[in-house]
T-cell receptor, first 113, second 112 residues
Framework: QQQVKQSPQSLIVQKGGISIINCAYE??????FPWYQQFPGKGPALLIA?????SEKKEGRFTISFNKSAKQFSLHIMDSQPGDSATYFC????????????FGGGTRVLVKP | NAGVTQTPKFQVLKTGQSMTLQCAQD?????MSWYRQDPGMGLRLIHY???????DQGEVPNGYNVSRSTTEDFPLRLLSAAPSQTSVYFC???????????FGPGTRLTVT
């Protein structure tokens, strides 16, 4: 049973467009929601993270929107650039479970020039 | 700092062989973890450690062993490799007071 469901599996966006990736979770004990970015042949790296006490967090062109009642959160990449082409993973963890991360299945983003 | 390092980068094993994937970190992090990455399934936790001498199972521990004799090193042992263990393996670490995990570059393992 996948506790964090991510969609879509892949998306193609034109340069300058908006990429949107969605995640849904089941465990209401989750209290930390990070997004990781992974380039081919590399390990994932933390991109941005949010806690459930805020509905939105923005860092540069990357924004997380969080809907606690719907148990959903999403990543928006504004003004997408070819350098943003990567695989993105949402994740969730809870302090009660030792902060172990549960990952979504990943989304491969391709930004066309 | 080198961060989290993993060796080897690539490995091919025959079914039934055993091997150890190496992981080391130079950030004095308490927490270390091993994940496997398979297409469409994200990263799944195999084993983790909250400090030297302390390890515990994650989501998919069967067929793998770990030990943590030092803060820096966290090797993952495959006891008898199976084709189902073909995957990319990532080691990660984080400080005790932080949520951010730092990942190594990964080991691509193929079991034939």
């Amino acid at each position: 049973q996948q506790q964090v469901k991510q969609s879509p599996q892949s998306l193609i966006v034109q340069k300058g467009g908006i990429s949107i990736i969605n995640c849904a979770y089941e465990n209401t004990a989750f209290d930390y929601f990070p997004w990781y970015q992974q380039f081919p042949g590399k390990g994932p790296a933390l991109l941005i993270a949010i806690r459930p006490d805020v509905s939105e967090k923005k860092e540069g062109r990357f924004t997380i929107s969080f809907n606690k009642s719907a148990k959903q959160f999403s990543l928006h990449i504004m003004d997408s650039q070819p350098g943003d082409s990567a695989t993105y993973f949402c994740a969730a963890s809870s302090k009660a479970a030792g902060n172990k991360l549960t990952f979504g299945g990943g989304t491969r983003v391709l930004v066309k020039p | 700092n080198a961060g989290v390092t993993q060796t080897p980068k690539f490995q091919v094993l025959k079914t039934g062989q055993s091997m150890t994937l190496q992981c080391a970190q130079d950030m004095n992090h308490e927490y270390m973890s091993w994940y496997r990455q398979d297409p469409g399934m994200g990263l799944r936790l195999i084993h983790y450690s909250v400090g030297a001498g302390i390890t515990d199972q994650g989501e998919v521990p069967n067929g793998y062993n770990v030990s943590r004799s030092t803060t820096e090193d966290f090797p993952l042992r495959l006891l008898s490799a199976a084709p189902s263990q073909t995957s990319v393996y990532f080691c990660a670490s984080r400080a005790g007071g932080s949520y951010e995990q730092y990942f190594g570059p990964g080991t691509r393992l193929t079991v034939t």
